[in-house]
């Protein structure tokens, strides 16, 4: 499944009518000022009459000198207070679950990828995914996402040798496609909202001298630093769990494995997106 990528749309038939409206009303004050105006006729000559004496005339009486009226000093009018900020008090951690929810759904995920979201201890589970990820480890019973509906698929190339099948990426299409959803700049935006109870539910695991967002930047290192392997890398069985045929690889942390699954077309846009992440929250 290939990516789908919204691009921003430019409305240049708008911006063109705009344009020619300015176009169109310069060209009638142009126009206006070319009209050719019909000249005057002359005034018919007329013969000058007899002179006369002149008559003394009275003298005028001397206009009476008034005081002009004073002008009023402008009066400022009063600045009209700002509308306080109505600031929305955030629920406990215990009760966050149904409001985070709603505002998390709310942002514009692709359309029928916000269900992947498990909607309890979703603060909770975030934190410690979180921390474990930052410590390269995947531990089960706190999702942050639904499991895939379908397990992983292998299939077996010699006795005790697997190969990942050519299909089990698409597994986690559907995952890479929510994050890539929504711009990160709105998701940061939601995290600002809940810094606080991020922050209260990261003091729960007993960090004195670390902070969320300093485990989230751990975190999001450990990930990036997930080393590029050619597709069809072995795998073995010796018990219940599959492992790397290659002992290099079986040692890398369990995040960094998980990164693996993906193809390699989805670990570069998903390593795309996490650097995204990593600038927008700085050092």
Request: hydrophobic share 45%; aromatic share 6%.
């Amino acid at each position: 499944m290939s990516q789908q990528a919204s691009a921003q749309s430019y409305y240049y038939a708008g911006l063109a009518a705009v344009v020619l409206v300015i176009i169109a009303a310069g060209w009638l004050l142009f126009r206006d000022t070319e009209q050719v105006t019909e000249p005057a006729p002359l005034p018919p000559v007329v013969e000058p009459a007899t002179p006369q004496q002149p008559v003394e005339a009275e003298p005028l009486p001397e206009p009476a000198v008034t005081e002009p009226a004073p002008v009023a000093e402008p009066v400022e009018a009063a600045a009209t207070p700002a509308e306080p900020e109505v600031v929305v008090p955030l629920p406990a951690l215990d009760e966050s679950d149904t409001e985070l929810a709603e505002a998390l759904l709310a942002l514009n995920w692709k359309a029928g990828l916000a269900a992947l979201f498990n909607r309890e201890e979703m603060i909770r589970n975030l934190v410690v995914t979180v921390d474990n990820i930052a410590q390269g480890q995947l531990v089960a019973g706190h999702p942050v996402l639904v499991k895939p509906a379908d397990g992983y698929r292998v299939q077996p190339v010699a006795e005790d040798r697997y190969l990942t099948a050519a299909d089990n990426s698409s597994r986690y299409e559907p995952y890479l496609q929510l994050l890539e959803s929504v711009p990160p700049r709105q998701v940061l935006a939601l995290k600002r909202r809940y810094q606080p109870l991020l922050d209260e539910a990261f003091a729960e695991l007993g960090y004195p001298d670390l902070t969320f967002d300093q485990r989230l930047r751990q975190a999001i290192s450990v990930l990036l630093s997930t080393p590029e392997v050619k597709p069809g890398a072995e795998l073995s069985r010796p018990s219940v769990m599959f492992t790397y045929a290659d002992p290099a690889l079986e040692k890398l942390p369990e995040a960094q494995k998980q990164v693996l699954r993906l193809s390699p077309q989805q670990q570069q846009r998903f390593k795309a997106l996490l650097r995204t992440y990593q600038q927008a929250l700085g050092n």
